[in-house]
């Protein structure tokens, strides 16, 4: 069985790296917030060529604290997308705010801005958009529409990790974005980690007063923060896998061109606009007859995964936000069609032509 996505892998093929990182953090005594989540960060904003970096317990905490740290109230807008990890609702609706979805561009599956602009309201007081499946939102114009209109941009780059968009990269365009480190990401730990970005440094600041029960000295909390640290182990085998992202990046670019290449004009895939640079993090295809297909991939051995199945709208935690059925047509048609295929750095030529083989078997 070819497995969607496979983490294990990653630590087997760097596993004296690995080894040696989880050693040095055991046997140092230092378990939460220390050297290597010190050196993670700075490793990280260097990588990403930002001020700041500031690493916390999840992808779903970085986006929640980014939104507190911005400085957004309780009850303000926030335009997102539907298509997207609850987790990105999670972090908003968590901050008191209130998501107003936007629809989709239907080549990227992220927020078309013509879309975010029919969604403005006089309350609307950020724009969050995803970079899903590892490919830029359009950039180009939603910073300067959130520039127009007062707007705080925070990157959702959870699933984009080295993206670039007019050749700058994700998480460089907004006041701050939020990282994810969850295992299957381009750059995964082996347990839940995230990151907040910013060149801002009032918010750093307020970030790093939040992600520890608000201390601006240890046991004094000068304002109500949280408890949400990155721990030693996971920061050190972070550094680990920073070192292998760019061609881990590499490997799934060319995994992504060969099934491009391969794969039946039937099943078209969703990709990285023309001049951008995406990361491949998901190989994601549509198919009005999703439900079979699957099955029938699932008996050649070739495993899928779909996300996301119920777009968040039509989610029973966040329907009442107002979007009813039907009101967000792109967004409704994909998730009712899209599911990836196999795509992780260590799949090997042989499991890609398999999976090409498969697909090709199919009756589309
Ligand atoms: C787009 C998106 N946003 C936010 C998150 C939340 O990250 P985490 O799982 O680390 O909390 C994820 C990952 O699950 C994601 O894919």
């Given at each position: 069985?070819?497995?969607?996505?496979?983490?294990?892998?990653?630590?087997?093929?760097?596993?004296?790296?690995?080894?040696?990182?989880?050693?040095r953090?055991?046997?140092?005594?230092?378990y939460?917030?220390?050297?290597?989540?010190?050196?993670?960060?700075?490793?990280?904003?260097?990588?990403?060529?930002?001020?700041?970096?500031?690493?916390?317990?999840?992808?779903?905490?970085?986006?929640?604290?980014?939104?507190?740290?911005?400085?957004?109230?309780?009850?303000?807008?926030?335009?997102?997308?539907?298509?997207?990890?609850?987790?990105?609702?999670?972090?908003?609706?968590?901050?008191?705010?209130?998501?107003?979805?936007?629809?989709?561009?239907?080549?990227?599956?992220?927020?078309?801005?013509?879309?975010?602009?029919?969604?403005?309201?006089?309350?609307?007081?950020?724009?969050?958009?995803?970079?899903?499946?590892?490919?830029?939102?359009?950039?180009?114009?939603?910073?300067?529409?959130?520039?127009?209109?007062?707007?705080?941009?925070?990157?959702?780059?959870?699933?984009?990790?080295?993206?670039?968009?007019?050749?700058?990269?994700?998480?460089?365009?907004?006041?701050?974005?939020?990282?994810?480190?969850?295992?299957?990401?381009?750059?995964?730990?082996?347990?839940?980690?995230?990151?907040?970005?910013?060149?801002?440094?009032?918010?750093?600041?307020?970030?790093?007063?939040?992600?520890?029960?608000?201390?601006?000295?240890?046991?004094?909390?000068?304002?109500?923060?949280?408890?949400?640290?990155l721990?030693?182990?996971?920061?050190?085998l972070?550094?680990?896998?920073?070192?292998?992202?760019?061609?881990?990046?590499?490997?799934?670019?060319?995994?992504?061109?060969a099934?491009?290449?391969?794969?039946?004009?039937?099943?078209?895939?969703?990709?990285?606009?023309?001049?951008?640079?995406?990361?491949?993090?998901l190989?994601?295809?549509?198919?009005?007859?999703?439900?079979?297909?699957?099955?029938?991939?699932?008996?050649?051995?070739?495993?899928?995964?779909?996300?996301?199945?119920?777009?968040?709208?039509?989610?029973?935690?966040?329907?009442?936000?107002?979007?009813?059925?039907g009101?967000?047509?792109?967004?409704?048609?994909?998730?009712?069609?899209?599911?990836?295929?196999?795509?992780?750095?260590?799949?090997?030529?042989?499991?890609?032509?398999?999976?090409?083989?498969?697909?090709?078997?199919?009756?589309?």
């Amino acid at each position: 069985m070819i497995p969607a996505a496979n983490p294990r892998a990653a630590y087997h093929r760097h596993q004296a790296e690995f080894d040696a990182a989880w050693r040095r953090v055991m046997d140092s005594g230092r378990y939460i917030l220390g050297p290597e989540v010190e050196a993670f960060e700075a490793e990280f904003a260097d990588w990403l060529g930002v001020r700041h970096a500031v690493g916390v317990a999840s992808g779903t905490e970085a986006l929640w604290l980014a939104l507190r740290a911005t400085g957004l109230r309780p009850g303000a807008e926030v335009i997102t997308s539907s298509l997207t990890a609850s987790a990105t609702l999670t972090a908003i609706v968590e901050a008191g705010l209130r998501p107003v979805f936007a629809d989709l561009d239907p080549a990227t599956l992220t927020l078309d801005p013509a879309e975010v602009e029919r969604r403005l309201t006089p309350a609307t007081r950020a724009l969050v958009p995803v970079h899903l499946y590892g490919n830029p939102a359009d950039l180009t114009a939603l910073a300067p529409l959130a520039e127009a209109h007062g707007l705080i941009l925070i990157e959702d780059c959870a699933q984009a990790h080295g993206a670039q968009h007019a050749g700058r990269r994700v998480g460089t365009f907004g006041r701050a974005a939020a990282w994810s480190f969850y295992p299957t990401k381009n750059l995964g730990a082996f347990g839940d980690g995230g990151l907040v970005t910013t060149a801002d440094d009032e918010v750093v600041r307020e970030l790093r007063l939040l992600r520890e029960y608000g201390w601006r000295e240890r046991y004094h909390s000068a304002v109500h923060g949280w408890n949400s640290r990155l721990d030693e182990l996971q920061a050190a085998l972070l550094r680990v896998r920073l070192r292998h992202l760019e061609a881990d990046n590499a490997r799934r670019r060319a995994i992504a061109a060969a099934y491009r290449a391969g794969l039946p004009p039937a099943l078209p895939s969703i990709a990285a606009r023309p001049g951008d640079l995406g990361v491949e993090h998901l190989f994601v295809v549509r198919h009005p007859e999703r439900d079979r297909l699957r099955a029938e991939l699932q008996q050649a051995g070739v495993g899928t995964a779909i996300q996301y199945p119920v777009a968040c709208h039509r989610q029973a935690a966040y329907a009442g936000f107002g979007a009813g059925p039907g009101s967000l047509p792109v967004t409704e048609r994909a998730a009712a069609e899209v599911f990836s295929l196999p795509l992780f750095p260590e799949l090997s030529d042989n499991d890609v032509a398999a999976v090409i083989a498969a697909v090709g078997a199919l009756r589309l």
